[in-house]
């Protein structure tokens, strides 16, 4: 039974905010990195409101059903899955299982590449994005480049199901097909190539976090015993799609700085290669332009 004090009746916000402090300590016990937002955000979708909005949900209405999902996310199944949805810069996205869930840090990634097709004296600037998964990078590129004309490929059956969703009435052209063979009728032509690809060395599996271990596509997460085996693979797909001048940027893990500089070295017809860091200040993308003849 709830207690009132002074003789004035429980605040209407009562009984979900001591829920979802419950929670929170529970998914903070379970090792969840967020717990407070990842408690407040399953609070938020099973009573169909925003988290800034939990205050409006009255005691009566409080649903039990947040303590089935705070048990799915206890056991670390990624709060994305539990929802259906993900936030990409100013993009909602629909995801679930069979496609990798895209992570705050790429939003960084794809700043520098808006950034950076806004400074080509292009019209219509072409844009491709590589290993695109649920689509949430050619989509925050088609939306905040209006003018550009963007282009997405993905190998996986599982996430082009995810992807379709998302791209559905956008400006995106969605393929499905191999990154390192995609949009030959592209080649030479495109001003931005742009890829979230796999980058976790074989030998680091035991590391990964639960949620990406045993909740994403092993196709998004893994690419031979040093993690770049696939990034070397683009370095030559970049090469072949873009035109003189033309930038790529890849996304790596921050235990990779340095490294993929170097796959986009002089000799293999690239100029300005360099690291980046994320909001961190982590390593966490690199960049190249195609040299000029």
Not at 109 to 136: F, N, Q
Not at 194 to 214: F, G, H, M, Q
Request: proline share 8%; charged share 25%; glycine share 8%.
């Amino acid at each position: 039974m709830q207690q009132s004090f002074g003789g004035r009746p429980p605040s209407p916000r009562s009984v979900l905010l001591a829920e979802v402090a419950q929670a929170t300590q529970r998914l903070a016990d379970a090792g969840v990195p967020s717990p407070r937002t990842d408690a407040e955000e399953l609070a938020a979708f099973v009573h169909g409101v925003k988290r800034g909005e939990l205050h409006t949900v009255k005691d009566a209405d409080f649903d039990a059903r947040y303590w089935e999902v705070v048990a799915r996310r206890e056991a670390r199944e990624p709060l994305q899955h539990i929802t259906g949805r993900a936030y990409f810069r100013y993009l909602e996205l629909q995801v679930g299982p069979g496609v990798f869930v895209p992570r705050p840090e790429t939003e960084s990634v794809v700043g520098w590449a808006i950034d950076a097709v806004r400074a080509m004296d292009v019209v219509e600037p072409c844009i491709v994005d590589l290993c695109t998964g649920s689509g949430a990078i050619a989509l925050a590129l088609a939306q905040e480049v209006p003018r550009s004309r963007v282009y997405a490929v993905e190998l996986s059956d599982d996430a082009l199901v995810w992807a379709r969703r998302n791209v559905e009435g956008s400006r995106v052209e969605l393929r499905q097909g191999d990154a390192l063979t995609a949009f030959p009728d592209l080649d030479g032509q495109v001003d931005l190539v742009i890829s979230n690809p796999p980058y976790i060395p074989l030998t680091e599996w035991e590391y990964v976090a639960p949620e990406a271990r045993d909740h994403d596509p092993e196709m998004a997460l893994f690419s031979g015993e040093d993690g770049l085996e696939l990034i070397r693979g683009l370095e030559r797909t970049a090469h072949r799609l873009l035109r003189p001048g033309g930038v790529v940027v890849v996304e790596h893990a921050d235990t990779q700085g340095g490294q993929v500089p170097w796959i986009f070295a002089e000799d293999r017809g690239w100029t300005d290669a360099a690291d980046h860091p994320d909001l961190n200040n982590r390593p966490r993308f690199a960049t190249a332009r195609k040299a000029l003849p």
